[in-house]
Antibody
Framework: EVQLVESGGGLVQPGGSLRLSCAAS????????MHWVRQAPGKGLEYVSAISSNGGSTYYANSVKGRFTISRDNSKNTLYLQMGSLRAEDMAVYYC?????????????WGQGTLVTVSS | EIVLTQSPGTLSLSPGERATLSCRASQSVSSSYLAWYQQKPGQAPRLLIYGASSRATGIPDRFSGSGSGTDFTLTISRLEPEDFAVYYCQQYGSSPPVTFGQGTKVEIK
């Protein structure tokens, strides 16, 4: 069974840092591109970042470019999102998602999300 | 960046009725890269439709997707109580960025 389990969320002050993790199981993690998507309270889905299966390619939304870093450790089956210079508008539930491996590029599995609260 | 506009914002219907949700793109989207997701309160999104019209594993056949180019539709043929939720369309081009529509809420009338 495919499972994605996020962790690392919590309360952080504006300007602070946080590292999110997404532990994957039930599939060959190193074969799949992975993504982070966030959802502010009461709002829609916002795409954040992507990383290729081998970690060689990454992408960031303009809203987080230069402040967030996506990475992965295929030996640990874990995806990361290092978040820095956090702002109030970064407060959201952060989901990791697996990109389908067939070439269609939709997200076939999602984690349950981890909440990041940015407040003083 | 391709912008996806979903309509209506809210759809008020009764169980058993047909729901038709629209997703319009600001420029042409490859049908291979158009998906629909369902999200219930407190839950992660769930994949319903990919490639504009293919149902994901385990999705009932009352859900169907159609469309091409800039206009796509998600249809729920007969609403069941568990179908009341928010629905998002998503496009993914030849490379990022991925974009999502703003969502359509299907609520009980």
């Amino acid at each position: 069974e495919v499972q994605l389990v996020e962790s690392g969320g919590g309360l952080v002050q504006p300007g602070g840092s946080l590292r999110l993790s997404c532990a994957a199981s039930g599939f060959t993690f190193s074969s799949y591109a992975m993504h982070w998507v966030r959802q502010a309270p009461g709002k829609g889905l916002e795409y954040v970042s992507a990383i290729s299966s081998n970690g060689g390619s990454t992408y960031y939304a303009n809203s987080v470019k230069g402040r967030f870093t996506i990475s992965r450790d295929n030996s640990k089956n874990t995806l990361y999102l290092q978040m820095g210079s956090l702002r109030a508008e970064d407060m959201a539930v952060y989901y990791c998602a697996r990109q389908d491996g067939s070439g269609r590029r939709h997200f076939d599995y999602w984690g349950q999300g981890t909440l990041v609260t940015v407040s003083s | 960046e391709i912008v996806l506009t979903q309509s209506p914002g809210t759809l008020s219907l009764s169980p058993g009725e047909r729901a038709t949700l629209s997703c319009r793109a600001s420029q042409s989207v490859s049908s291979s890269y158009l998906a629909w997701y369902q999200q219930k309160p407190g839950q992660a999104p769930r994949l319903l439709i990919y490639g504009a019209s293919s149902r994901a594993t385990g999705i009932p056949d009352r859900f169907s997707g159609s469309g091409s180019g800039t206009d796509f539709t998600l249809t729920i043929s007969r609403l069941e109580p568990e179908d009341f939720a928010v629905y998002y369309c998503q496009q993914y081009g030849s490379s990022p960025p991925v974009t999502f529509g703003q969502g359509t809420k299907v609520e009980i009338k």
